[in-house]
């Protein structure tokens, strides 16, 4: 078929997606866990929201599959705000004997989830971090279930990931699912009943649910909801509108850093959004760019090369590597390569005004990191070549970035957003360097306990599969998207119900 009479399928024209045009279905949608609405005269319904088990998400490598548990009936956790759920032991105190209602996900929120993150604060005040008091489950009782539900599904979800693995699981697993399938049949029957497009509310709802999924395990399609999201602003008339809404930055901040981060760490062929995302730059920087997003302590200048470089990602992934597009590509990877060591992390620390070594520290971690990112993931798509001057630099901020990682895992202020270091870190051992391996497996596993989160267990994962592969790329090492962050909610205090 001549390549400039190709149809593409719906799924990609939304995207704004190069379409390969197979049938039954392109295998774009295919790598991105998506069924293929193919290539029809008439326009597929724009959004349906699927019930739990009905999407299954298609991996390029079968090796690494898990059984999913199973289910449990909703009946019952849909009953009503006072429906208990069994724990085993009475610890930590914000449990009281062997009942967690939404009265004691509060108190378990300010005894163990916002101890772990009031140090942040120290870091320059940030308005999201606060403990929950009687006001906001009182205010909670006339939100909708699957508000209520996602909040007693991120409290199990912590649990559960700070015992560990001798922790007695099945009980705490057996209703976290229960809470998380009555919050999609509430969010379905809110879909279904709404007129005029989902509010402001049922975004956050589906985006909680999304966090949720993403800090469980690697088992669960967290892609889904992602999709679901997009469709939903689709329908809202794009997510600029969300990013200039009053009380959606905590919604538009954390999709636009999912997006972001997930593009990094995907294969070539699956990334997606990057032209928009670079569209939403100048909105990022110009409303949010001052405040802290949440969970990550990178550089809003950095942030814009990592955009920039996964845009360059996506463009060679459509290339040949002996196209002369390639060389337009490549001029503009040493120009973000020579933009990020020219950025000065002792400047970009002293305009915080609190805590400046840790943000120096902060910003030195990250500059090395999107340096390996840049010339790493570039490398794998011939953007950028080997040369010795390259292989020196990447070196050179391997070792940096170790010896960085060691006192910033070790503060209690920062050590939260050092995941998608660790894990950039990690796809660099895979030279060889088997004490660095066992340093970032380590700290890993130790922030999984931390922070009450699946997402760096589901990281050690990808990365000993990489290493035992025999494969060096940046793109063999991520067999489908996967999100790296160690947020676990967002602030839905200010958003409203309507639209």
Same mark, same amino acid.
């Given at each position: ?6 149809? =593409? ?20 949608? #295919? ?11 008439? /326009? ?6 699927? #019930? ?11 090796? +690494? ?52 993150? @009031? ?15 009687? #006001? *906001?489950?009182?205010? #909670? ?83 889904? =909801? ?6 939903? @602003? ?52 110009? =409303? *949010?760019?001052? +405040? ?18 996964? *845009? ?39 305009? +915080? ?25 570039? =490398? ?5 070549? +080997? ?26 202020? @920062? ?81 409203? /119900?309507?639209?």
């Amino acid at each position: 078929m001549d390549k400039s009479r190709k149809t =593409h399928c719906w799924e990609c024209r939304r995207r704004y997606l190069v379409c390969d045009s197979a049938q039954p279905g392109c295998k774009r949608c #295919a790598n991105s866990g998506v069924a293929c609405p193919g290539y029809g005269s008439e /326009k597929p319904k724009v959004l349906k929201w699927l #019930a739990t088990g009905q999407v299954k998400s298609r991996s390029r490598r079968q090796t +690494k599959k898990k059984a999913t548990t199973p289910i449990a009936d909703t009946h019952a956790a849909s009953r009503g705000l006072t429906d208990s759920l069994s724990v085993m032991s009475p610890s930590p105190p914000a449990l009281y004997g062997d009942v967690l209602n939404l009265g004691n996900a509060v108190e378990y929120f300010n005894s163990c989830i916002y101890q772990d993150l @009031i140090h942040l604060n120290d870091l320059g005040q940030n308005p999201h971090i606060y403990p929950l008091s009687q #006001a *906001h489950v009182q205010s #909670a009782i006339n939100l909708p279930d699957y508000v209520r539900f996602g909040m007693l599904c991120m409290v199990l979800n912590h649990r559960l990931n700070k015992e560990g693995e001798d922790f007695n699981r099945h009980p705490l697993t057996e209703k976290f699912y229960r809470y998380r399938g009555a919050a999609i049949k509430s969010l379905r029957a809110q879909l279904s009943a709404e007129t005029q497009g989902p509010s402001d509310l049922v975004i956050a709802g589906v985006l909680t649910l999304l966090l949720t999924d993403a800090q469980h395990s690697n088992t669960i399609g967290w892609q889904c =909801h992602l999709q679901g999201i997009e469709k939903m @602003i689709a329908l809202r008339g794009g997510i600029q509108d969300l990013a200039r809404r009053r009380g959606c930055g905590p919604l538009f901040r954390t999709l636009w850093f999912i997006s972001l981060i997930r593009n990094t760490t995907c294969p070539a062929s699956c990334l997606y959004m990057t032209a928009s995302n670079l569209e939403l730059l100048d909105i990022m920087l110009d =409303h *949010h760019g001052s +405040k802290a997003l949440p969970f990550q302590m990178c550089p809003p200048m950095l942030l814009a090369d990592i955009i920039k470089i996964s *845009h360059l990602r996506e463009q060679a992934a459509w290339l040949g590597p002996g196209d002369i597009l390639v060389s337009d590509l490549s001029q503009q990877a040493y120009a973000i390569l020579t933009h990020l060591l020219e950025f000065s992390p002792e400047e970009w620390a002293i305009t +915080k005004g609190h805590c400046t070594e840790d943000w120096t520290l902060a910003g030195k971690t990250y500059q090395s990191s999107v340096v390996l990112y840049c010339i790493s993931s570039l =490398h794998s798509v011939s953007v950028l070549p +080997k040369t010795p001057v390259l292989s020196a630099m990447r070196a050179a901020h391997s070792q940096s970035l170790r010896d960085l990682l060691t006192p910033a895992l070790s503060s209690l202020r @920062i050590r939260s957003f050092m995941l998608w270091p660790l894990v950039i870190l990690g796809v660099e051992a895979v030279h060889g360097d088997m004490a660095v391996r066992g340093f970032v497996v380590d700290e890993l596993r130790k922030m999984s306990r931390q922070a009450g989160t699946y997402a760096p267990l589901t990281a050690v994962d990808v990365l000993e599969s990489f290493w035992k592969s025999g494969e060096t790329s940046w793109d063999a090492c991520f067999d489908r998207p996967y999100v790296f962050t160690t947020q676990i909610a967002i602030d839905t205090s200010r958003i409203s /119900k309507e639209i």
